[in-house]
């Protein structure tokens, strides 16, 4: 069955340092993959998302994700984290609506 | 344009009563999805429509839960005979074509039931 893992729920860095927020999934076939942010009060905004070419995506606000199939990874990455960034991060995996399945999320909070 | 909206924002209710919460999606959007999250979840999917129909309900966890969107555009989630453990965040998104389309969420709806 498909699953997707978020170990870190929360993180914690300065204003100015890079960032990487780690997803694992477990899929049965070429996955779809997808990251997205949640701000308080606000609905979830995609930041990027996989199907299929090049394994490094660029997305929105900066963000950037590399799909490594032999790692079955699709870890989030960005040089240089804004305090507007402290959010909580989703990783999402599937190809249909009904087998979507999201992480539990990481919380990261950015330091001044 | 204009967003995904739901209402309302917030509804509390008690143990056993009925509750409707509704979706407008962006519009000109055919597909229409609700989910729910719990309290440190992610999303976990319930209902997706294309059009008036449901094309998928596999992720309604039983039938006190029930959704329509009779005319293809707004979309209301009723919960019947509530239970304490419904209190979540009911999100609902829509997109312009199939599930791996881009989809556009709503701030949600805070559901507890005391």
């Known amino acids: 069955a498909q699953s997707v893992t978020q170990p870190d729920i929360h993180i914690t860095v300065s204003e100015g340092a890079s960032l990487e927020l780690r997803c694992n999934y477990s899929y049965g076939a070429t996955p779809y993959l997808f990251w997205y942010v949640q701000s308080p009060g606000q609905g979830l905004q995609l930041l990027l998302k996989?199907?299929?070419?090049?394994?490094l995506v660029q997305g929105i606000k900066g963000f950037e994700a590399e799909f490594k199939r032999s790692q079955s990874s699709f870890n989030l990455r960005k040089p240089s984290v804004h305090w507007s960034d402290a959010a909580e991060y989703f990783c999402?995996?599937?190809?249909?609506?009904?087998?979507?399945?999201f992480g539990a999320g990481t919380r990261l909070t950015v330091k001044p | 344009g204009a967003g995904v909206s739901q209402t309302p924002s917030n509804k509390v209710t008690e143990k056993g009563k009925y509750v409707e919460l509704r979706c407008d999606p962006i519009s000109g959007h055919t597909a229409l999805y609700w989910y729910r999250q719990s309290l440190g979840q992610g999303p976990e999917f319930l209902i997706y429509f294309q059009g008036t129909g449901a094309a998928d309900d596999s992720g309604l966890p039983n039938d006190r839960f029930f959704a329509v969107r009779p005319e293809g555009s707004v979309s209301t989630l009723k919960i019947q005979r509530t239970e304490r453990g419904d209190s979540a965040v009911y999100l609902c998104?829509?997109?312009?074509?199939?599930?791996?389309?881009?989809?556009?969420f709503g701030p949600g709806t805070r559901l507890t039931v005391l």
């Open positions: 996989y199907f299929s070419g090049d394994t």
């Open positions: 999402a995996v599937g190809a249909r609506a009904d087998d979507m399945r």
């Open positions: 998104a829509s997109s312009l074509g199939p599930p791996t389309d881009t989809q556009y």
